[in-house]
């Protein structure tokens, strides 16, 4: 089992930064992969960047390429996703997700809304 819990969602104007942590307890030597997903009001969940924690392979949906960036630390336990050049659209919840041996584990979700 594994569990998940984010953190940094705000409210932050258009064009400004934010950084969401994802902390990982459990069996955290299962997981093989880490991700960022967002869900917008009336949207399906959609993947923003994932990361395999033993290669570092990481990939960006098309829409965040070049302005966020999916970050690591303490063997990838701990997951970051740093957001630069917020816009409008990018107002989701965003949920951390861990693909592990035994299935996958989803956080409770982050509220980032992106308003003037």
């Known amino acids: 089992q594994v569990q998940l819990v984010e953190s940094g969602g705000d409210l932050v104007q258009p064009g400004g930064s934010l950084t969401l942590s994802c902390q990982a307890t459990?069996?955290?030597?299962?997981?093989?992969?880490m991700g960022w997903y967002r869900q917008a009001p009336g949207k399906q969940r959609e993947v923003v960047a994932t990361a395999f924690t033993t290669t570092a392979f990481i990939k960006y949906a098309d829409s965040v390429k070049g302005r966020f960036s999916i970050s690591g630390a303490n063997g990838w336990n701990t997951v970051y996703l740093q957001m630069n050049s917020l816009k409008p659209e990018d107002t989701a919840v965003y949920y951390c997700?861990?693909?592990?041996?035994?299935?996958?584990?989803w956080g409770q979700g982050t509220q980032v809304t992106v308003s003037s």
């Open positions: 459990g069996s955290t030597s299962s997981i093989y992969v």
């Open positions: 997700k861990a693909d592990a041996r035994d299935g996958a584990y």
